[in-house]
């Protein structure tokens, strides 16, 4: 055999046995255990195993719901996901991912997100305008909080008798296990994850953002706009609607100004949501300024009867009693003050718990 054809052989060969060494490489990787995670390292997602999944079913059944805790996510699993989602006003998309988890965490904390997107371990209980249900779980008699307003709210719609004060007491409790009575749930006085989905979805509050229209008012009980572009609140408004109304009043024709209202209350322009958080600020329902898209999770989801918000990451505007409340229009009229209506498409609708 010639040199030229012995030395082609040679590299022949040394290329196959490259080949053959990779591919035993390949198949002793796939075949040797997977690194062990924890819940948070990775999206889990249905059909997907491990003792991650297990540390995900275990903390679904410290939320309240019942699931078998195996390590694989089967549909068990992502049923109580999706139920968890839809009691902390999560897309309830049954993927569980770093939003997921986070909520997830911080409910059975029993903390809430503060302003900037934090947490208040030290005082779970304290009062915060960005408290909604769902923040913390469970819920029961001795808290405090805007989320116990909105439990409050939610029992009330859904035909529970309750006054709307923010403390879970005696008759908080006795509503309550009403609520579970009726809806066949174990009867504890306690408001778990599964409570609380089953309470939004009997109040109409399944899905985030649901509807886009505000509820329609009585005759009598539209605001009106007067001659100098200021807002005339109807007699028949609850007094919370009648300081927003006086609050956006005050600022009706101040100029638009990028950030206006965010680094302070009193400033010399506002912008959209600068304009929105002064009024409701005005009204006691805000501590601090929130931008256009934080407006998409405050409050309670959906329209509201005297007040609904509408926010996106570009704009968010309100409806008061009828009548809008927008810096677009503004230049035309010299007032925030707007009589028409604009479209909706696009915006997440909320609405101060009550109003």
Same mark, same amino acid.
């Given at each position: 055999?010639?040199?030229?054809?012995?030395?082609?052989? $040679?590299?022949?060969? #040394?290329?196959?046995?490259?080949?053959?060494?990779?591919?035993?490489?390949?198949? #002793?990787?796939? %075949? *040797?255990?997977?690194?062990?995670?924890?819940?948070?390292?990775?999206?889990? $997602?249905?059909?997907? *195993? +491990?003792?991650?999944?297990?540390?995900?079913?275990?903390?679904?059944?410290?939320?309240?719901?019942?699931?078998?805790?195996? =390590? !694989?996510?089967?549909?068990?699993?992502?049923?109580?996901?999706?139920?968890?989602?839809?009691? &902390? $006003?999560?897309?309830?998309? =049954?993927?569980?991912?770093?939003?997921?988890v986070a909520a997830l965490k911080r409910a059975l904390r029993g903390t809430s997100a503060n302003a900037n997107g934090g947490f208040d371990p030290d005082n779970p209980d304290s009062e915060d305008s960005h408290h909604s249900l769902g923040?913390?779980?469970?819920?029961?008699? =001795?808290? %405090?909080?805007?989320?116990?307003?909105?439990?409050?709210?939610?029992?009330?719609?859904?035909?529970?008798?309750?006054?709307?004060?923010?403390?879970?007491? #005696?008759?908080?409790?006795?509503?309550?296990?009403?609520?579970?009575?009726?809806?066949s749930r174990p009867v504890d006085g306690i408001m778990d994850a599964g409570d609380i989905d089953a309470l939004r979805t009997l109040a109409g509050q399944a899905d985030p953002g649901a509807g886009t229209q505000p509820t329609q008012l009585a005759p009598g009980d539209t605001a009106q706009i007067g001659s100098d572009g200021l807002a005339i609140a109807p007699a028949s408004a609850p007094d919370q609607v009648k300081a927003i109304i006086a609050a956006g009043n005050q600022i009706a024709s101040k100029p638009y100004k990028y950030g206006g209202g965010h680094g302070k209350w009193n400033d010399t322009g506002y912008d959209c949501s600068g304009s929105v958080s002064y009024a409701l600020h005005g009204a006691g329902l805000l501590d601090s300024p929130l931008t256009s898209g934080a407006f998409e999770s405050w409050g309670d989801p959906g329209p509201g009867q005297w007040v609904t918000i509408y926010g996106k990451a570009s704009h968010a505007f309100m409806v008061?009693?009828?009548? $809008?409340?927008?810096? %677009? +229009?503004?230049?035309? !009229? !010299?007032?925030?003050?707007?009589?028409?209506?604009? &479209? *909706?498409?696009?915006?997440?609708?909320?609405?101060?718990p009550g109003l």
């Open positions: 055999m010639p040199p030229s054809v012995r030395r082609s052989c $040679r590299f022949v060969v #040394a290329i196959l046995a490259v080949l053959v060494s990779a591919v035993a490489s390949q198949s #002793a990787l796939a %075949s *040797s255990p997977t690194r062990a995670t924890h819940l948070g390292d990775r999206t889990l $997602r249905p059909g997907t *195993s +491990g003792p991650d999944v297990r540390e995900l079913q275990q903390a679904l059944g410290k939320a309240g719901f019942r699931v078998k805790v195996d =390590g !694989n996510f089967g549909t068990g699993t992502l049923r109580a996901v999706k139920r968890f989602q839809r009691a &902390s $006003r999560l897309t309830p998309s =049954g993927t569980v991912g770093r939003r997921t923040d913390r779980i469970p819920v029961k008699r =001795g808290m %405090s909080g805007h989320d116990i307003k909105v439990l409050q709210d939610f029992l009330s719609r859904a035909g529970f008798k309750v006054g709307i004060d923010g403390e879970f007491g #005696a008759s908080t409790e006795k509503a309550v296990e009403k609520f579970e009575t009726a809806q008061v009693a009828g009548i $809008r409340f927008d810096t %677009s +229009g503004r230049t035309t !009229n !010299n007032t925030r003050w707007q009589a028409d209506m604009r &479209s *909706s498409s696009g915006y997440v609708a909320v609405h101060p």
